[in-house]
């Protein structure tokens, strides 16, 4: 993909998430009832390493060295999507451009067959592009859209943000549940239990 395909990637993505306009004010109780989630979207611990312990580099990179997301990374591929993975801004070359919910390779597995094997179809290429990006949110997912409970994607549609009533567990669109986060030199990944699809796929 051109330099010029990414920006434009790039710049829809944050269209998209500018015009959720989510409220400004957050006092510093509700801050304090969103600590957990924050940081599980906004991991501090350094870039993510791949499994021999090397620094992984961009999310393409970490997506495709840890043992779990090989069958994400796979439909990276099919659909055409690796070189956006790639993308860093030149100014600050460790800005988080992107957070990718990536799918465990049980998660995939755990897909109704039907859907599984129509999405990894080279006709319908279109569509897994969908589902992969259903799965990113431009930059970091911040503290206001975890209170708003929603955050836009690449898609072009929203997800669903849910807390506990401990606030000690997150789910996507009532079905995800995320596990954990990691860093990487351009993004983060979220690691979550199930595929998420958008509505009207087939």
């Known amino acids: 993909m051109d330099s010029q395909n990414q920006t ?9 998430v500018a015009a959720l306009g989510v409220s400004a004010l957050i006092t510093v109780p509700v801050l304090a009832q969103f600590n957990y989630s924050a940081s599980i979207f906004n991991p ?13 580099g961009e999310l393409d990179s970490a997506i495709k060295y840890y043992r779990d997301f090989q069958a994400f990374a796979e439909a990276v591929k099919k659909a055409g ?3 956006n993975f790639r993308v860093k801004d030149q100014a600050d070359p460790n ?11 049980e998660a995939f597995a755990a897909l109704p067959a039907d859907i599984r094997e129509k ?11 969908k589902v992969l990006n259903y799965h990113v949110v431009a930059g970091q997912v911040t503290a206001k859209e975890i209170e708003a409970g929603v955050v836009q994607t690449a898609a072009g549609m929203p997800v669903k943000i849910q807390l ?9 669109n009532d079905a995800s549940v995320i596990q954990s986060s990691r860093r990487t030199a351009n993004g983060v990944i979220v690691l979550v239990n199930k595929v ?7």
């Open 196 to 202: 998420l699809l958008p509505p009207d796929l087939f």
């Open 119 to 129: 999405l990894f179809k080279p006709e319908n290429k279109d569509k897994l592009a």
């Open 164 to 172: 506990n009533e401990t606030g000690d567990k997150v789910t996507l």
């Open 81 to 83: 999507l690796t070189d």
């Open 44 to 56: 501090s611990g350094g870039t993510s390493r791949s499994v021999d312990g090397t620094i992984a």
């Open 8 to 16: 434009n990637w790039i710049k829809k993505l944050t269209g998209a």
């Open 95 to 105: 800005k988080v451009l992107f957070t990718v919910f990536v799918p465990t390779d």
